[in-house]
């Protein structure tokens, strides 16, 4: 019954019974899938070829923001400092190059900057899944806000980036002017439809393999980054427009994810969040930023109902779709994305 003092332990309990018995499912049926791969193919399956940095990569402004907790955040900056500042915010399995043409976009009117976010990239990459908090993450993009020398910023963020730019629209409202979410729902909504809906449980398989030790990491990695190409690249999860997806754009991020400890930070973003999903009743503050939410239709690992059910936590929220866009949305329809977000800052 409601407000029963035993209702929260059991319920956590029961919880996380849940999770670890997706999770098994879930991990034995990679470990098949796996082996299945290997026979077919025995020569390339444990290969991890050498990646050098490539050109895409090069030529970019960088420079690092000096956060507490000795955390540092590596970044991309363009246009002139005096102008407001836009903050982009990358998922998984991303890094700042996700947001190259949104640099070159907006480099005009403002002082553009892309992070890589703690554990990925030349960031920091602490290897405990307790460094992966929701509320830590959140803490860093306020920190590297500040770090570079303002009060509050434009903030522009997909997937997990996303996930973290609500966290921070509740905990730290006061350094979002305006928040900008693609492609991931507001927590609340998101816990909603993974309890209510048996076609996103579905799709969230793979956040319940992430929970084993190990095995993501080394599925990640298999046959030279296969998952990355898999991922970005095939006509069913991938970028709708391929050449918005060069080959040499997968060369940045092979060489990226190459690098030591590469997967296990982000993968920790997981693990650390399906064990702490909000319980259905729990208060929700309000989002007060003025939020916008572009939406590509067709990804294959989000509903679209959670794109409109996220509006009901926002005060100020407008919703966008990119018909036919993936999950990279910003990515595979850049002038659609770019022209609502300009159109969206023009707005009183």
């Not at 640099?103 to 990459?125: N, T």
């Not at 020398?149 to 980036?161: L, M, P, R």
């Not at 590509?296 to 690992?301: C, E, R």
Request: hydrophobic share 40%; charged share 25%; with cysteine.
């Amino acid at each position: 019954m409601p407000g029963c003092q035993y209702c929260n332990p059991v319920c956590n309990v029961v919880r996380l019974m849940g999770i670890w018995s997706l999770s098994a499912f879930w991990s034995i049926w990679t470990i098949l899938k796996l082996i299945v791969e290997w026979w077919k193919n025995k020569e390339t399956f444990f290969v991890v070829k050498e990646h050098p940095k490539p050109d895409v990569l090069k030529g970019w402004k960088e420079g690092f923001a000096q956060l507490s907790e000795d955390i540092k955040l590596h970044y991309i900056e363009d246009g002139d400092k005096s102008k407001p500042l836009m903050l982009f915010v990358h998922g998984f399995p991303e890094f700042w190059y996700s947001w190259r043409f949104q640099l070159r976009h907006f480099r005009e009117k403002y002082h553009v900057v892309a992070i890589d976010m703690r554990g990925y990239g030349e960031s920091s990459k602490p290897t405990a899944v307790s460094n992966y908090d929701s509320a830590l993450l959140a803490k860093d993009v306020k920190e590297c806000i500040e770090a570079l020398g303002y009060q509050k910023a434009i903030v522009v963020a997909h997937d997990w980036g996303a996930a973290i730019a609500w966290k921070l629209a509740t905990d730290f409202p006061e350094v979002i002017d305006r928040l900008v979410i693609l492609n991931v729902g507001h927590p609340k909504a998101f816990a909603e439809c993974l309890r209510k809906m048996p076609s996103q449980l579905l799709k969230s398989w793979y956040m319940f393999m992430f929970q084993m030790p190990l095995l993501p990491e080394f599925r990640m990695r298999i046959n030279d980054f296969s998952m990355l190409s898999e991922m970005l690249r095939s006509d069913y999860s991938g970028i709708k427009k391929k050449e918005n997806f060069t080959d040499e754009d997968l060369e940045a991020w092979k060489y990226t994810f190459s690098q030591k400890g590469a997967f296990t930070g982000p993968i920790n973003y997981y693990r650390h969040a399906m064990q702490h999903l909000p319980p259905t009743d729990s208060p929700v503050p309000m989002v007060k930023p003025k939020t916008l939410i572009i939406w590509g239709t067709a990804d294959i690992a989000l509903d679209k109902a959670m794109a409109g059910m996220s509006l009901q936590y926002c005060e100020m929220g407008q919703l966008r779709y990119v018909d036919g866009a993936s999950h990279w949305v910003q990515q595979d329809e850049p002038e659609k994305v770019n022209e609502f977000i300009e159109n969206f800052l023009m707005e009183n």
